[in-house]
């Protein structure tokens, strides 16, 4: 075994004081910096990472892939945690964890590290991808090694390793964001009886303060994925933005949950995700008219495992394959154009169409033009309604 780890490297403190306590035990240390659209100073956090001891610090833009192979699979999949999530840490941790091992291989390094915390979910998303992508690879998990404890502590071991941290007031959340939404716990969220602070929130605007005036937004699917705003042809990540941004100023996208953690403790957690529940309920009503009623109460099911298999960090297992096979093929027909009304924390669909609707207005109807011939009901009711009068 080389002395040679690649560290996932986000530029806070934990990650940046773990910088200098790997090389302390005598790695040579490169960081890898993945951009899933958290935002940040780039140039500024390298600085930072070379001051804390790293020799290298590779960044990757992968917002792209991130879009296109996780966070749209997830959309078609339909998939939500426990009602409230649409999991945009969740999803950011299987693409993180396999740049760090590609980085590895590049590097030739025998070691990965990351800064997650010994209570958490991502500590498992990022080994459990490690190990099913590179099973040499031996795994670092400072934070749960360290005897540091605090905030304090650490930025004690920071200020005397001469590490730049950031000295402005930090704020008491716990912040993890991409292009699909934003997590935010810790401070006043852990009492599960506090109200969330505003100053939690950071993508939108509360829907009291929200405009009341609706705004209107146009989404053109193909095949599951959204393709079109408002007419206009846009790439997955640049669509997804544009939704957070006017989705964010419409008070669109907040969940408060109490969540069930993988490694068994509750947490209370909020969620922004004004896009992801845009394209969430469009999609799902672009499928309500071109699915039919089997497959559409069949793929719920699928959706409910499809979302604990991202939330577990099973996304590269043989199941999650088998499962993207299924959707993809449900998808065939999700195609069409969905209209949404966005007002004050609500976003509504109110328009749909498709070349491939199911609906037909003439079966449907009540008024004239009624085609449904009504005297074979009589005879279906019978049939259906016999083990129970027997
Ligand atoms: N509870 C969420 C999950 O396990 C988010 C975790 C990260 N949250 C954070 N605020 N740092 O996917």
Avoid at 186 to 206: F, H, S, V
Wanted: net charge positive; with cysteine; aromatic share 8%.
């Amino acid at each position: 075994m080389n002395k040679k780890v690649v560290l996932a490297y986000s530029g806070g403190l934990d990650t940046s004081v773990a910088v200098a306590w790997l090389a302390d035990k005598g790695y040579e240390v490169i960081c890898y910096m993945a951009d899933v659209g958290q935002g940040g100073d780039y140039a500024k956090l390298k600085k930072r990472a070379m001051s804390a001891g790293a020799k290298k610090v590779i960044v990757e833009d992968l917002k792209d892939e991130f879009a296109k192979d996780f966070v749209l699979m997830s959309l078609k999949a339909g998939a939500v945690y426990e009602s409230k999530y649409l999991l945009a840490t969740a999803l950011s941790r299987p693409i993180i964890a396999k740049g760090l091992v590609e980085s590895a291989k590049k590097e030739k390094a025998d070691s990965v590290a990351h800064g997650c915390t010994g209570k958490g979910n991502d500590q498992v998303r990022f080994e459990v991808t490690i190990m099913a992508l590179a099973p040499e690879l031996k795994i670092i998990a400072p934070l749960r090694e360290w005897h540091m404890y605090s905030r304090e502590e650490e930025i004690e071991y920071a200020k005397e390793n001469n590490i730049q941290i950031d000295t402005t007031k930090k704020s008491p959340y716990s912040l993890d964001k991409n292009i699909w939404g934003m997590s935010i716990e810790c401070g006043a969220l852990e009492d599960p009886w506090n109200e969330p602070p505003e100053d939690a929130y950071q993508m939108t605007i509360g829907p009291g303060k929200a405009p009341s005036k609706p705004a209107y937004v146009e989404i053109g699917f193909e095949k599951g994925a959204p393709v079109k705003l408002n007419g206009k042809k846009m790439k997955p990540v640049d669509l997804i933005l544009k939704l957070n941004e006017i989705g964010g100023k419409n008070g669109i996208g907040r969940t408060d949950l109490v969540e069930n953690r993988l490694i068994g403790i509750k947490s209370r957690e909020i969620y922004e995700a004004p896009g992801a529940w845009i394209l969430y309920n469009s999609h799902k009503e672009l499928e309500s008219l071109t699915l039919d009623r089997e497959l559409l109460h069949f793929k719920e099911g699928i959706s409910l495992k499809y979302a604990d298999l991202v939330y577990y960090g099973l996304w590269f297992t043989p199941l999650k394959k088998a499962l993207d096979a299924f959707i993809n093929e449900t998808q065939k027909n999700v195609t069409g154009v969905v209209k949404v009304k966005l007002l004050k924390g609500v976003a509504s669909v109110v328009s749909r169409k498709s070349p491939h609707s199911l609906y037909r207005k003439e079966m449907a109807t009540y008024d004239k033009g009624d085609k449904f011939d009504r005297s074979v009901a009589e005879g279906f009711i019978k049939v259906w309604g016999m083990p129970y009068k027997k």
